[in-house]
């Protein structure tokens, strides 16, 4: 095919005649028009203004705007707040549902309901914690969920992490892996966000992770939201962590930390039973434990009996022979610690490895939806646009599962990349007719029927 280059005006031509018609009427992510018409099917405007600082009458955009346009430069394919005055803003400015600001008003609003991070000293160490606490940002994250659909339930499993976001913001400190982040913690449900607190990268998952949960689980209380099963792994493997559990939940499951006292009680398993885990040989056994007997000390001083527990134990022979340093054989040893004593204990190890979800979401987070890309240099500030995001998360979750019943072509384990694709990205423009604004679409939305 041959190129003819006619200048000043560069229009290339080939054998086909091929012309550029410009119109600045016509955008090129149409079908974002359907999901913010969702958003207000959600009254989506009404939580934010009910829920955020109220603004002064000369204020020229609500929050409705400000969180409308920040959320549509992820479901345009944007991955940073700029991407909303240099590659986006031309394009969404002119729609019928919200005005678009500047990235920088956006992020003053996000400044401006930022909440002082708390710094906090371990007892063992002088090391400084730095953690970012804003209740009133995760408390609408949680009443947005409830209208979505999140109910207080018999069966609501709630799974907690934290992961490290590798960063080089001007308060972030080094990791255990010997580079600057953060090491939020977050709780889901299913593959909804409930709740996100920030802290830095030197306070590890266990420092005060009690406080932490503490906050957590009495927000979902104080919205009606019931906990019924706990997950997580072995950075809650901590006696004040397990107390704080058993308070708010009927169910826990935990893996638990090799220890001396673990190797012990793992030593008088007497019934290993030989099973398959894809072409291994394993064994599995249980045997009642009563954990943190030390750590409880001054608890069984005060008389408090410290209860048992069933503790399910995976080994699987070591391929070089190493010998373990606890149990003094050549083992791998895998535990979880629950109360559940229901659940056989192929049941347990399925249930608890089912929190491995919780992985692909922090992938999700951070490659979808702008975690790996947080705009301030400060880390309370850094707070509110983790949780805003993760509200962003939690919608499109909301609108791939809605729209996948409605249109051909969607599916629910979408990526939000393959859903821009599918369809966000078709040529539309409002025009007027009859005093009415109508959409017009330059492609095809197939409707299922």
Known sequence: MRFYVFSPNLVLLTKHDMKVLKSSHISPFGGLNFVLEEFDRLKLG?????????????????WKDILYSFWSVYFCGGDCIEDLSGNLSHHLKGNNFHLVPSPDRILRRFQGISQEKKVLSSQRSKARHEFGINMAVNRLNVRLLKSLGLKSADSNVLDYDNTIIFNNKADSVNTYKKAPGYCPGVGIIGKRIVYVENRNGNSNARFLQED????????????????TTFRADGGSYVYEILKTVVKYTD?????????????????????????MIGNEICYRGEIEFTPFVRAARKDIAKGIILKKYRLVVTKTKRKDKQTNLFTGDDFLYSA???????????????????RGAIEKEFDVLKNDFGWKNMPFSKLEQNTVFLVFTAMCRNLYQHIITRFSKIYE?????????????????????????????KLKIYGNIHFKT
């Open 336 to 354: 979880i610690l629950t109360n559940n004593t229901d659940k056989s204990t192929e049941e347990v190890v399925s249930f608890y490895n089912q």
């Open 46 to 62: 009404e939580l934010l203004t009910e829920n955020l600082p109220r603004l002064s009458a000369q204020s020229q955009y609500s």
């Open 212 to 227: 932490t949960l503490n906050r957590m689980f009495s927000l979902l209380e104080s919205q009606g939201i019931k906990i």
């Open 251 to 275: 169910y826990f499951y935990i893996r638990a930390r090799m220890s001396a006292q673990l190797a012990s009680a793992i030593s008088k398993i007497e019934q290993w039973r030989k099973i």
């Open 409 to 437: 072509n969607l599916k629910i384990n979408f990526r939000i990349k393959k859903f821009i694709f599918r369809f966000i990205c078709i040529p539309a423009k409002w025009i007027k007719t009859a005093r009415q604004y």
